[in-house]
């Protein structure tokens, strides 16, 4: 019996209209009143997050900004945050200043062009194509910083090191004791494949990149034919 439902937010949960239907929510909250626990992971700000679950609350746990922050909604609760340092911070806008970066605090996503005293918990470095990504990823391991990095198309993400998304399952799990093979995972890009490898049952979108769909046990419908209310219904009669 699975006890933990983790959902990615963009391309799968939400739609084309960034909206997440009725429907689903009631879905959601139906398995909810059976213990089983939903949880969102995304790359987007906490607060971007919490505002979907303002009106009818039917979110457990967010994993927010690539796995920098977890929050415990129910209990209105940081689990844990790690931003980004200063002096960190501060190398990779020197180190890359012809670059677009974009910056996620815990209320926004914005474009940083200078040092700011506001918590950055995750930065993302516009490549715009392959041979720069490499040659921003080779600069990076030049410098020798203390980060995680995620790479996703022609962008490099960077959170700090020793955290991530799945750290923040794992953590999930312990605190619920829950075994990761009662855990469903629903994915869309290639940054989700170490949640889908962690994970008891592997779920893509049908709007999901191929190199994650080769990774999954089950395809569902995409973000905007309700995919993710349908395996809930499909996994949760």
């Known amino acids: 019996m699975y006890k933990l439902v983790i959902s990615k937010f963009d391309r799968a949960l939400i739609d084309s209209d960034e909206a997440i239907s ?7 909250d139906k398995i909810r009143g059976k213990k089983v626990l939903f949880c969102i992971l995304t790359e987007r700000p906490l607060n971007d997050v919490l505002a979907y679950n303002k009106d009818f609350s039917f979110v457990d746990y967010i994993i927010a900004c690539d796995g920098a922050y977890l929050y415990d909604v129910v209990n ?16 990779i806008l020197n180190n890359f200043s012809n670059y677009k970066i974009y910056a996620t605090s815990i209320d926004e996503r914005f474009l940083i062009t200078e040092f700011t005293n506001k918590k950055v918990y ?6 715009k194509n392959k ?20 790479k996703k198309e022609n962008t490099i993400k960077i959170i700090m090191d020793s955290i991530s998304c799945n750290k923040a399952i794992e953590k999930i799990c312990t605190l619920k004791k829950i075994d990761l093979k009662q855990v469903v995972g629903i994915g869309v890009d290639e ?3 170490p949640m889908i490898k962690l994970v008891g049952m592997k ?19 995409t973000n905007d ?5 349908n395996i809930l219904d499909q996994l949760f009669n």
Do not use: F, H, P, W
Request: charged share 30%; proline share 0%.
């Open 203 to 221: 779920i893509a979108m049908r709007n999901a990149s191929e190199s994650l769909k080769k990774e999954v046990q089950i395809i569902t419908s």
């Open 225 to 229: 034919e309700k995919g993710v209310k």
């Open 122 to 127: 995750s930065l993302e470095i516009d490549c």
């Open 76 to 91: 209105d609760k940081t689990i844990y945050k790690k931003n980004i340092t200063n002096s960190i911070l501060k190398k």
């Open 22 to 28: 009725t429907s689903t929510i009631m879905k959601i």
């Open 191 to 193: 940054t989700d494949i």
């Open 131 to 150: 041979n720069n990504l490499s040659i921003v990823e080779n600069k990076l391991e030049e410098l020798n910083l203390n980060i995680s990095i995620l």
